[in-house]
């Protein structure tokens, strides 16, 4: 197995990768949530086209914001799998830290936003299947793991970059 050794050794750098990886997972995934209460509204209306329209959002949410997120991690040198991943070894603790807590960040992400999307595709087929009477305890189950998925991540991403000090604060309003 070949490792690929990142060449950002930037301490500012890294730092404000890692705090803009979680101000942008933060964001992406409180949409997500918001989304999905606009789809428990939609379903609680009978409304199958607001649930997948709401849907349509999410998955296109998930994508962007993984891509948007992965080309940020991709700048301090993050692969896409852990096993190929490996910190500068003769760097400094602190940059070793921040090198992988944006590769855990990014890959925390990148599954989060397959499995939402996923999740998402499924639940608009089955909103547009014509049985949402029948359909809709389980819609409702779908929406619930859409959100907690959504939840999980955004608090996984938040922990490791407190973890090395760099996370995002939401300025207070």
């Known amino acids: 197995m070949t490792t690929t050794t990142i060449k950002n050794t930037n301490l500012a750098t890294l730092m404000k990768t890692v705090e803009l990886i979680d101000r ?28 997948g329209t709401a849907m349509d959002a999410i998955i296109g949410l998930a994508r962007d914001s993984a891509a948007e ?27 070793r830290e921040l090198q992988t807590a944006a590769n855990l960040m990014d890959l925390y992400i990148q599954e989060a936003a397959r499995k939402i999307a996923g999740v998402a595709e499924v639940t608009k087929a089955a909103a547009g ?37 760099s996370n995002y604060r939401r300025d207070a309003a």
């Not at 009477?133 to 938040?158: K, W, Y």
Request: hydrophobic content about 40%; charged content about 15%; overall charge negative.
């Open 69 to 95: 997120i992965k080309a940020q991690a991709t700048v301090v040198g993050c692969q896409d799998t852990a096993y190929a991943f490996c910190v500068t070894s003769n760097a400094p603790t602190k940059v």
């Open 129 to 165: 299947s014509g049985q949402l009477e029948l359909l809709r305890p389980h819609l409702d189950s779908t929406l619930l793991t859409i959100h907690d998925m959504a939840s999980t991540v955004q608090d996984l991403v938040n922990g490791t970059a407190e973890d090395v000090g």
């Open 24 to 51: 942008l997972s933060q964001q992406a995934t409180d949409a997500i949530m918001g989304l999905v209460r606009t789809a428990q509204g939609a379903l609680k209306s009978d409304d199958a086209a607001g649930t």
